[in-house]
């Protein structure tokens, strides 16, 4: 079942840090495992207690309204078909300040890292970019945090109206490991380099590829996998392709609710099966 915290509108970060605090109490596990969160990420995940979920995976917004290039201004570039993230989020605006951003991250990271075990992992997504000339490489979000490795998602290409640059075409997935996280045997053979088409077929501006998803999930023994920017509830999928259990968290009603509805799908043709 979604929980449900209040029916919102599009709305600022301000205002989104204000609704925050109306958020309900909840209990661990009954109000979180096998369930959609509709609410903010860091309060959501501030109610888990320590080390209780073995693996995190999870692609936040990127900020990407916060530009200095035109790609998500006119439409040209972005990463989807149509450049559907032009339009945003329902519920975030994606274009904070950057320190604040870096800083809201910074606190999303902290929280997924105390949540795991000492043989847990974080498959963080992001986005290497250019702004003003400097590259963003994220090192403000995820410096301290222990990385273990950067694995390269490679898209398939698209169309590129800009002669200016060659289409870009990758994005990073940190794995950010506590000392005894190890892959399942046999996986390390795929390499640091994976190559996943883009999700097409789905309303949420902005998903996982699920065959990405299920490269990560199978090459873990996680029983409980959190993704705290649930979207369009891709990680479920993965986690429930494989008998493991999940907890997705998204701050907008209406990803839920894809979510959940993907889920349902999901349960009733397995049963048809
Ligand atoms: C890149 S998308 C994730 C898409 C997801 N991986 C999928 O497969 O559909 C980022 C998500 O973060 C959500 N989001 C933005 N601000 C949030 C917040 N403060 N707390 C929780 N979710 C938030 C957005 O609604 C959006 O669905």
């Known amino acids: 079942m979604t929980k449900r915290y209040s029916q919102l509108e599009k709305t600022s970060d301000v205002a989104l840090k204000e609704r925050s605090n109306e958020q309900e109490e909840q209990k661990f596990p009954e109000d979180f495992v096998n369930q959609i969160i509709c609410g903010n990420a860091v309060d959501a995940m501030k109610q888990i207690p320590d080390e209780s979920v073995d693996l995190v995976i999870t692609s936040p917004p990127y900020n990407l309204k916060n530009s200095t290039g035109n790609g998500m201004k006119d439409g040209r570039g972005g990463k989807w078909a149509n450049a559907a993230l032009q339009k945003g989020y329902t519920h975030h605006n994606d274009a904070m300040p950057h320190n604040e951003y870096v800083q809201w991250q910074r606190d999303c990271l902290t929280e997924m890292f105390r949540i795991i075990p000492e043989h847990g992992a974080i498959f963080y997504n992001h986005k290497w970019r250019v702004q003003a000339g400097l590259l963003q490489d994220r090192q403000d979000i995820v410096g301290g945090f222990p990385i273990r490795q950067i694995i390269i998602w490679r898209r398939k290409g698209g169309l590129n109206f800009n002669a200016g640059y060659f289409l870009p075409t990758y994005e990073v997935i940190y794995l950010i490991a506590k000392p005894q996280f190890k892959l399942v045997p046999k996986a390390n053979a795929y390499g640091d380099i994976w190559e996943f088409t883009q999700e097409m077929r789905n309303n949420h501006p902005a998903p996982f590829p699920t065959k990405l998803i299920d490269r990560i999930v199978s090459s ?54």
Do not use: H, V, W
Request: aromatic content about 10%.
């Open 220 to 273: 873990t023994d996680a029983k409980l996998i959190l993704d705290p920017f649930m979207g369009s509830g891709t990680t479920a999928i993965s986690a429930l392709n494989f008998k493991r259990d999940y907890i997705g968290i998204d701050i907008s009603p209406d990803y839920c609710d894809i979510a959940e509805k993907r889920i349902a799908e999901y349960k009733s043709q397995t049963k048809l099966l």
